[in-house]
């Protein structure tokens, strides 16, 4: 089993037909009032937690969740219930609605987003546990901080591998807070930014990150991937080319997917941030986060038409 925390949400998505770049004044920052004319709009669900979970049972991985939704949850539930994903370790508040996001991105799949926890803001452990075994992995994703906390000692107590993927949360984080998930990750994963954002709240260098966990991945959108495993080379690993472009949101969730998908069949980390790469290729071939599918022969296709032969995977 793959057990996933963090959002459950919706997302409101929005498209800028143009670049942010050209209507940002660097010498401005400190006063910035700028808007930007969306062209459209479109509400999907969404949520980290969901968007991975989604991905796995795309590729016949079981995953359980575990966050805090609210009165508008049920269709969005019933749903990832029919893709048989576990929502035991979910809990419903009927007082709140369901965490929000809305996602603005440019021509150039740059985003801004702002996020509204609401139900997300009640912590789901230690009143949910996992149910875990031997073999399992388990990814702690930007959610609640008491459950990112509280969940990465539970997995280090009980010997479970897992990814710490902070994201959005990082900035909300204290320094504290954010040393205490790393302790004992397995993989410390974000895209350029969000690494050098850890470092600096934390105090570590990039080296000294690489050098607390088992492996680093950085991601670079449309340029690919790196995997530093401590003590070893950098691994770049190239972005596997959609057949269109349609929306960047949800790529980076797609692309877990597959690295988890691959860690649990223990296929190592370099073949398995080459599946992320492959399932991140089919998200952004559809507008909004959990619209793509695939099945496994279109899978093994698109992965050997980028990386060459596939091992079999469990």
């Given at each position: 089993?793959?057990?996933?925390?963090?959002?459950?949400?919706?997302?409101?998505?929005?498209?800028?037909?143009?670049?942010?770049?050209d209507h940002i004044l660097p010498e401005k920052l400190h006063f910035l009032n700028v808007s930007f004319p969306i062209d459209h709009i479109e509400e999907k669900r969404g949520g980290t937690a969901g968007n991975i979970a989604y991905t796995l049972a795309l590729l016949g991985e079981p995953s359980c969740i575990y966050t805090t939704v609210g009165r508008d949850f049920t269709l969005y539930g019933s749903e990832l219930v029919r893709m048989g994903v576990d929502l035991d370790g979910v809990a419903v508040d009927n007082d709140l609605y369901t965490a929000c996001a809305y996602i603005t991105s440019d021509q150039a799949?740059?985003?801004?987003?702002?996020?509204?926890?609401?139900?997300?803001?009640i912590p789901v452990f230690p009143h949910k546990v996992p149910k875990v075994q031997k073999g399992d992995w388990a990814l702690i994703g930007p959610g609640n901080h008491e459950d990112m906390v509280g969940l990465a000692?539970?997995?280090?107590?009980?010997?479970?591998?897992?990814?710490?993927?902070?994201?959005?949360?990082?900035?909300?984080?204290?320094p504290t807070q954010l040393a205490a998930c790393l302790e004992g990750a397995a993989v410390l994963i974000g895209n350029d930014y969000e690494i050098?954002?850890?470092?600096?709240?934390?105090?570590?260098?990039?080296?000294?990150?690489?050098?607390?966990?088992?492996?680093?991945?950085?991601?670079?959108?449309?340029?690919?991937?790196?995997?530093?495993?401590?003590?070893?080379?950098?691994?770049?690993?190239?972005?596997?080319?959609?057949?269109r472009v349609s929306d960047p949101t949800g790529a980076g969730d797609a692309y877990r997917a597959g690295l988890l998908k691959g860690l649990h069949a223990g296929m190592g980390m370099a073949f398995s941030a080459r599946?992320?790469?492959?399932?991140?290729?089919?998200?952004?071939?559809?507008?909004?986060?959990?619209?793509?599918?695939?099945?496994?022969?279109?899978?093994?296709?698109?992965y050997e038409s980028a990386f060459g032969p596939m091992p079999l995977l469990k």
């Open positions: 089993m793959i057990h996933i925390s963090g959002s459950l949400a919706f997302d409101r998505i929005m498209t800028f037909p143009g670049h942010f770049e799949g740059n985003q801004i987003t702002g996020f509204c926890p609401s139900a997300m803001d000692g539970f997995y280090r107590e009980q010997g479970i591998p897992f990814l710490f993927d902070p994201g959005q949360q990082i900035t909300s984080l204290d050098e954002l850890v470092g600096k709240k934390t105090g570590r260098s990039r080296e000294e990150l690489i050098a607390g966990v088992e492996a680093l991945i950085v991601t670079y959108g449309s340029k690919g991937s790196s995997v530093f495993i401590r003590g070893e080379r950098e691994i770049a690993v190239p972005a596997v080319p959609p057949k599946l992320g790469a492959v399932t991140s290729s089919f998200c952004v071939e559809e507008y909004g986060t959990q619209v793509h599918s695939f099945d496994m022969e279109q899978f093994k296709q698109r």
